[in-house]
């Protein structure tokens, strides 16, 4: 069974600074994906961004970009000229893609980020 | 843009009571799934469904949880017997292939 770890139950940051949230996972499959989704006070879950493990290429989305560690089973989110709307949780969760998945996600535990003026 | 739209947006319902909480996937999408998050905990995976039958389940889709795609277009969750333990926010998603996942708005339901 694959698990997803965010070890950091809260981070802050100033507005416009730059903030990385961590995510380890632990899978035995060699082809999956990795994703980051982001959770508001609505508790709507919004995709910011997604990884493929086949490739090598760190996934970027405007000022969301990741830092994905395929041997160190890493997968943190760096979050650039943050703003007061990127304040919310963070979800990291993985999806298998082998012969027998049909794609359920696994969440991490969720990290809350908070924006300051 | 196309979107997984759920019904209705808050459900409060007695316990004991059935529930329905319904679902319209984007169009094209073949594989369908449900979700839960207690307040403040990790969102949990319930149940997938692909091909007009469930794909895969979890420990807490027991007896009292079933799903339908009755009309091609819907996609039901019903909880049979509502307990206290059911509240929870209820996230239907779909995807078009296995490397994406698109949720909806989400159904909080509150068993009082």
């Known amino acids: 069974a694959q698990t997803v770890t965010q070890s950091q139950p809260e981070m802050s940051v100033q507005e416009a600074e730059t903030v990385t949230l961590s995510c380890t996972y632990d899978?035995?499959?060699?082809?999956?994906?990795l994703f980051w989704y982001k959770q508001p006070p609505s508790r709507q879950m919004i995709l910011v961004i997604r990884q493929e493990a086949y490739k090598q290429q760190n996934a970027t989305e405007n000022r969301f970009s990741v830092n994905f560690q395929k041997a160190a089973k890493s997968f943190s989110l760096k979050i650039s000229d943050s703003q007061l709307g990127d304040t919310a949780m963070y979800f990291c969760?993985?999806?298998?893609?082998?012969?027998?998945?049909?794609?359920?996600?696994?969440f991490g535990q969720g990290t809350i980020l908070t924006v300051h003026p | 843009e196309p979107e997984v739209t759920q019904t209705p947006s808050h459900q409060v319902t007695q316990m004991g009571q059935e529930v329905i909480l319904r679902c319209v996937p984007i169009s094209n999408h073949l594989y369908f799934y449900w979700y839960r998050q207690i307040l403040g905990q990790k969102v949990e995976f319930l149940v997938s469904f692909y091909n007009n039958e469930i794909s895969e389940k979890s420990e807490i889709f027991d007896d009292q949880f079933s799903v339908e795609r009755p009309d091609g277009s819907n996609f039901t969750l019903k909880i049979r017997s509502t307990k206290l333990e059911d509240s929870a926010m209820y996230f239907c998603?779909?995807?078009?292939?296995?490397?994406?996942?698109?949720f909806g708005q989400g159904t909080r339901l509150t068993v009082v």
């Open positions: 998603a779909s995807s078009e292939e296995i490397s994406q996942a698109f």
């Open positions: 899978t035995s499959e060699s082809n999956y994906y």
């Open positions: 969760a993985f999806k298998g893609a082998g012969g027998t998945s049909y794609g359920k996600l696994t």
